[in-house]
């Protein structure tokens, strides 16, 4: 039983962590790079001849509105806060958005086989979820080891989204080496850490 709630539980502690990581950070860092994180997000693309490929837009800060990179429109959306603050942070946000970019350029086949990744994902979650909750009632051991086998390939296939999360901060970080100050690139290693 407590299987079912794993997964939510899970993803609300990550996303508390990250949300509590990146409000510290932003806190204790001075906003005094000299451009904004669009800005040299902007520069970047132009510098990595992206700039035909991918191009960046501002979202409005609404419920709906994140950092992202949406790989089937090239475009890589950033929230205005992340936009328009000088602080690596900032920048370290809008490079992992790069390094998200970047790494779907280079291995296209990454995309399709993501999205059905994460279909099959889905599907196994709630079909273990149903096996577990309904075996409950009938307790037939080989449904709850059938539900328990879902859970692990569903856990596998959301390792592969973790494993992206990891390159596109390796790839931004590898970005911000050349632009940031030692301390500064503390703090944007924390915040990629995060992400």
């Known amino acids: ?46 510098a990595l001849g992206l700039s035909e490929r ?10 709906h509105s994140r950092d992202r990179f949406h790989v089937r429109r090239g475009v890589i959306q950033l929230t205005d806060e992340t936009c328009f603050k000088r602080d690596p942070v900032f920048w ?15 291995f296209p086949l990454v995309t399709p086989l993501g999205v059905e990744a994460g279909f099959i994902e889905a599907l196994l979650v709630k079909l273990a979820l149903g096996l577990a909750a309904g075996n409950v009632l009938l307790a037939i051991p080989l449904a709850t080891t059938l539900a328990h086998a879902m859970f692990l390939v569903a856990f596998a296939l959301h390792a592969c989204e973790v ?33």
């Open 92 to 106: 370290a946000t809008a490079a992992h958005e790069l390094g998200h970019a970047r790494f779907r350029l280079r």
């Open 54 to 63: 991918v191009r960046v837009v501002v979202t409005s800060e609404d419920k």
């Open 163 to 195: 494993a992206e999360e990891a390159i596109a901060s390796g790839i931004g970080l590898s970005m911000l080496r050349e632009e940031l100050t030692p301390e500064q690139l503390r703090t944007a290693r924390q915040k990629l850490t995060a992400a």
């Open 1 to 46: 039983m407590l299987l079912l709630v794993v997964p939510t539980v899970a993803q609300i502690v990550a996303h508390v962590w990250y949300v509590h990581t990146r409000h510290r950070l932003d806190h204790a860092t001075p906003d005094d790079l000299p451009l904004t994180a669009g800005e040299w997000l902007k520069g970047k693309l132009v």
